[in-house]
């Protein structure tokens, strides 16, 4: 059985997670809007991954006996002022997912729930590869700047990204 402290920073987690996946299909639909299919497809696997996230904690709090109580998602942003602004926004959230799961493993760890404790160790690691995968992004968008021939190569290698 779950602890309660656990039970609710659990069920917080899965909206972070709910909302990150929101969050990656309003930038999606913006790329795509702004006629960006690579960097949209990009942006469609991260909202699924992210989704796939949620899914993953939602079943541990059932096989805890834990309750899942969803909450309502917020609405996120619909608009950025380039590729660049919003690859960097979407690092910027990736980082308060980190300190979320940070804290959430750091109560697990003070309430001496191990199996939660050991379950978080994969979210720890799968936040070092999400923040990598933006800053990697970040950094070719730097390079090219708005030079047009770049992003259009960029674009082309972003909507070839493998699914998970």
Same mark, same amino acid.
């Given at each position: ?31 795509? #809007?702004?006629?960006?299919?690579? %960097?949209?497809? =990009? ?5 699924? @991954? $992210?989704?796939?996230? +949620? ?57 001496? #729930?191990?199996?939660?404790?050991? %379950?978080?160790? =994969? ?5 070092? @590869? $999400?923040?990598?995968? +933006? ?30």
């Amino acid at each position: 059985m779950l602890d309660k402290k656990i039970e609710k920073a659990l069920n917080d987690q899965i909206n972070e997670e709910l909302f990150s996946s929101y969050l990656y299909l309003a930038m999606s639909a913006w790329f795509e #809007d702004q006629n960006w299919r690579g %960097f949209a497809r =990009w942006m469609a696997l991260q909202s699924q @991954e $992210e989704y796939g996230h +949620a899914m993953k904690i939602y079943h541990f709090v059932l096989e805890r006996g834990g309750k899942v109580e969803l909450k309502a998602i917020a609405e996120p942003k619909k608009e950025w002022k380039s590729v660049l602004n919003a690859f960097e926004e979407a690092l910027a959230h990736e980082e308060h997912i980190t300190k979320c799961i940070n804290d959430l493993t750091d109560l697990a760890i003070k309430t001496k #729930d191990h199996a939660t404790a050991i %379950f978080l160790q =994969w979210f720890v690691t799968e936040q070092v @590869e $999400e923040e990598a995968n +933006a800053t990697e992004m970040i950094g070719k968008l730097q390079l090219v700047k708005d030079a047009s021939g770049g992003l259009f190569m960029i674009d082309k290698e972003a909507g070839a990204r493998a699914a998970g």
